[in-house]
């Protein structure tokens, strides 16, 4: 096991079948060079894995849900090689984030049947102290698998919507260890289809964002789906403004479930990783284009359950196939959690 003030804190310090529609969104922007496997995730503590953050030559990972916290410590061959719980009872885990004075925190803000009255970001400190500091959003429950923390420590909630139109919380006041403060929605996202292939919930999965990353550097954001990846600039800790430019999209290679998205240490490129097992850690390079001052990859606008469903049948067919489909992706997003 990990202990809390000596190696958790020195691993800190080393450094996060239907036709095509008429109209997509803009082609990704080819990487630099092709995406590599690094190694392969094959530990049965992983299953879920949903959160990455990459410290020098070595991972942390959390996997999702389950009834107690877990960062594991992953070496260069993606063998888990520490592991450091507390002592919290989550509800359903989705994301980390590392913070610039060694902390990780976790998002605890999975809420697939909208039922939760708060979520929980939880701060495992290297001095081993634990925090749990919980969030009521304003207009009712929200299920949001991605966490962006900003180079200020300003954490950042974005929501998984299955129409694409994702929401962007901030606390409204200062955090409050064991207390609940209100979030404010400061910004959208809204994703279009790409017909990149992958995740579980077919189309749909081009649309729902699993996961978030801020650069060591401060200097990009990251949002993936379960197919594609969505690079920003970002300057200073101002993510919102960050969030109403265009960003770069990346298409990453096709995965059972992809949830977890981290930049490299070098800051230059994505990691990213799926649900299931064996899980490929690939090594995304970004193209030249998500350095610049400004994206270039437009997001289109917001596709309707229709375009979800487009097959050419009639008008009325057509209808009841997209009721059909937006219940039975409810469902699937339900059983896609364990739940304690």
Same mark, same amino acid.
């Given at each position: 096991?990990?202990?809390?003030?000596?190696?958790?804190? =020195?691993?800190?310090?080393?450094?996060?079948?239907?036709?095509? #529609?008429?109209?997509?969104?803009?082609?990704?922007?080819?990487?630099?060079?092709?995406?590599? $496997?690094?190694?392969?995730?094959?530990?049965?503590?992983?299953?879920?894995?949903?959160?990455?953050?990459?410290?020098?030559?070595?991972?942390?990972?959390?996997?999702? &849900?389950?009834?107690?916290?877990?960062?594991?410590?992953?070496?260069?061959?993606?063998?888990?090689?520490?592991?450091?719980?507390?002592?919290?009872?989550? *509800?359903?885990?989705?994301?980390?984030?590392?913070?610039?004075?060694? %902390?990780?925190?976790?998002?605890?803000?999975?809420?697939?049947?909208?039922? !939760?009255?708060?979520? =929980?970001?939880?701060?495992? !400190? %290297?001095? &081993?102290?634990?925090?749990?500091? !919980?969030?009521?959003?304003?207009?009712? /429950?929200?299920?949001?698998?991605?966490?962006?923390?900003?180079?200020?420590?300003?954490?950042?909630?974005?929501?998984?919507?299955? #129409?694409?139109?994702?929401?962007?919380?901030?606390?409204?006041?200062?955090?409050?260890?064991?207390?609940?403060?209100?979030?404010?929605?400061?910004?959208?996202?809204?994703?279009?289809?790409? &017909? %990149?292939?992958?995740?579980?919930?077919?189309?749909?999965?081009?649309?729902?964002? $699993?996961?978030?990353?801020?650069?060591?550097?401060?200097?990009?954001? =990251?949002?993936?789906?379960?197919?594609? =990846? *969505?690079?920003?600039?970002?300057?200073?800790?101002?993510?919102?403004?960050?969030?109403?430019?265009?960003?770069?999209?990346?298409?990453?290679?096709?995965?059972?479930?992809?949830?977890?998205?981290?930049?490299?240490?070098?800051?230059?490129?994505?990691?990213?990783?799926?649900?299931?097992?064996?899980?490929?850690?690939?090594?995304? /390079?970004?193209?030249?284009?998500? %350095?610049?001052?400004?994206?270039?990859?437009?997001? &289109?606008?917001?596709?309707?359950? $229709?375009?979800?469903?487009?097959?050419?049948?009639?008008?009325?067919?057509?209808?009841?196939?997209?009721? #059909?489909?937006? $219940?039975?992706?409810?469902?699937?997003?339900?059983?896609? !959690? +364990? +739940?304690?």
């Amino acid at each position: 096991m990990l202990t809390a003030g000596a190696s958790l804190g =020195a691993a800190l310090v080393l450094g996060s079948a239907a036709p095509a #529609l008429a109209e997509e969104a803009a082609a990704p922007v080819p990487p630099e060079a092709a995406p590599v $496997t690094r190694c392969e995730i094959s530990d049965p503590r992983l299953a879920e894995l949903s959160g990455l953050v990459e410290v020098g030559d070595q991972l942390l990972a959390v996997n999702d &849900g389950g009834d107690q916290v877990a960062v594991h410590l992953l070496d260069a061959a993606c063998q888990v090689v520490d592991v450091h719980t507390a002592a919290v009872d989550p *509800y359903d885990p989705e994301d980390m984030a590392l913070g610039s004075d060694g %902390t990780v925190w976790l998002a605890d803000t999975g809420d697939n049947n909208g039922t !939760r009255p708060t979520v =929980a970001l939880i701060a495992l !400190r %290297t001095d &081993g102290t634990t925090g749990i500091f !919980r969030l009521s959003y304003p207009d009712g /429950p929200h299920d949001a698998e991605a966490l962006l923390l900003a180079p200020d420590g300003t954490p950042y909630l974005v929501t998984k919507e299955v #129409l694409g139109a994702s929401k962007v919380y901030r606390p409204a006041a200062a955090l409050v260890d064991g207390g609940t403060v209100a979030l404010a929605e400061v910004a959208a996202v809204n994703l279009t289809l790409t &017909g %990149t292939p992958g995740g579980p919930v077919g189309r749909a999965g081009q649309l729902l964002i $699993t996961g978030g990353a801020v650069s060591g550097d401060g200097t990009r954001l =990251a949002l993936r789906t379960y197919t594609d =990846a *969505y690079v920003w600039p970002l300057t200073g800790s101002d993510i919102p403004a960050a969030l109403a430019a265009a960003p770069v999209r990346v298409a990453l290679p096709e995965s059972p479930q992809g949830e977890a998205i981290s930049f490299t240490a070098d800051n230059q490129q994505l990691v990213v990783a799926s649900e299931g097992l064996p899980s490929s850690l690939t090594v995304v /390079p970004l193209p030249a284009a998500a %350095t610049a001052a400004a994206g270039t990859a437009a997001l &289109g606008d917001l596709p309707s359950l $229709t375009d979800l469903t487009r097959s050419g049948l009639s008008p009325i067919t057509s209808g009841v196939i997209a009721a #059909l489909v937006a $219940t039975v992706v409810v469902w699937i997003m339900g059983l896609l !959690r +364990r +739940r304690p």
